[in-house]
């Protein structure tokens, strides 16, 4: 679910404001409808936070912006726990290993 938001926020982002979330002319803070859904946003550093309004799901893209099919444990833990779900640290690394469904390259992982 989380590479599927992701996808369909940097897909809104960028025919909204362009493929950069730093070299770009948007506001700090706003909002996206995505999916018939709004979105508030965000920026900060090289990312974009962006919660949905009425449940408060959280994605924050905080860094590789340009690549929506990735993730590292920090962007998972906080989109988790903005579900309710507390996995933290070296089980949740342990849980995406053991599942055979990702591959991880550096710090970040992709779904395979």
């Known amino acids: 679910m989380l590479i599927e938001l992701q996808r369909s926020l940097h897909q809104s982002w960028c025919q909204t404001f362009g493929p950069s979330s730093v070299e770009t002319d948007a506001p700090l803070r706003g909002l996206l409808e995505v999916a018939g859904e709004r ?40 989109f988790l726990e903005s579900k309710a779900i507390v996995v933290r640290g070296r089980a949740l690394e342990q849980s995406l290993m053991d599942s055979g469904r990702c591959l991880l390259s550096g710090q970040h992982y992709t779904l395979t």
């Open 39 to 78: 979105w508030a946003f965000r920026r900060h550093g090289a990312g974009v936070e962006f919660k949905r309004q009425g449940d408060e799901v959280a994605v924050d893209i905080h860094d590789r912006f340009d690549d929506p099919d990735v993730f590292d444990i920090w962007r998972l833990e906080l």
